[in-house]
């Protein structure tokens, strides 16, 4: 296995937007992607380490940029000043997201037809958001993720949704788990949602502890978390390259 990652330069108008690309160059076939929608800290670390897991596991890796020009805000009020625009404009945000999805569509390590997206917190969003506008993702994962619809009108979708959530992250109250739940279902997902016990914000994070009880590390819930996520990409991308896919 070799893993190589490049930066890739897209557009969303006049917005310069960099993602970071991951794959095994040891496929020579184009191979199913998995799209990563950064937290509210943008395209860090984090982000493309995920990008480089999803390599790791055979498939494509794309951490996405949804801030632009690979923005890193570093305090609570710079992350604050440059998520909340996106989260206030939802259409907005959603053309950020399609260009992405663009830009993964037209790399010539990607399988567009065989296409998913993972996001952590207002990433989470992003990926929600991205089923609601009918994007043909075979599956989405939101890990703590901000879970209030947008103002504009969604779509149906085939998506395969999971939503793995902390029960008591104070950001996505149990009643707004209840109404997404209730929105999936009028959307005609196929989805799941995991509640984690004793669980707040930023579960998957290691090191996370703001002390408050908003955002905690938890390694029991981040590993089932994870293997849930394993299992479904597994099982949406199953049949890539045989004649069943589709």
């Known amino acids: 296995m070799t893993i190589t990652t490049k930066p890739v330069e897209y557009m969303d108008g006049k917005q310069k937007c960099v993602g970071l690309l991951a794959w095994d160059e040891t496929f020579a076939d184009p191979k199913p992607c998995v799209m990563v929608n950064h937290a509210w800290g943008g395209r860090d670390g984090f982000a493309e380490d995920k990008a480089i897991q999803m390599a790791a596991l055979g498939y494509v890796g794309f951490a996405m940029d949804n801030y632009g020009d690979g923005a890193l805000p570093e305090t609570v009020e710079d992350k604050q000043a440059m998520m909340m625009p996106l989260k206030d404009d939802r259409k907005a945000l959603l053309k950020r997201l399609k260009a992405g999805v663009k830009a993964v569509s037209g790399l010539d390590q990607v399988d567009e037809t065989h296409l998913a997206a993972i996001g952590y917190c207002f990433g ?95 390694s029991d819930s981040e590993r089932r978390s994870w293997l849930a996520t394993i299992d479904l990409l597994a099982e949406v991308f199953s049949l890539h390259g045989t004649d069943a896919a589709a």
């Open 124 to 218: 989470g969003l992003c990926t929600l958001d991205m089923v609601r506008a009918g994007l043909g993702l075979k599956a989405a994962v939101s890990f703590h993720g901000l879970l209030d619809a947008p103002d504009y009108t969604t779509k149906k979708s085939k998506t395969k949704v999971l939503v793995a959530h902390g029960w008591d992250d104070p950001m996505a109250d149990p009643a707004s788990v209840v109404a997404l739940g209730k929105e999936l279902t009028k959307s005609g997902c196929d989805w799941q949602i995991h509640a984690y016990g004793q669980t707040t914000h930023a579960f998957t994070v290691p090191g996370a502890d703001s002390k408050d009880g908003v955002l905690k590390f938890n």
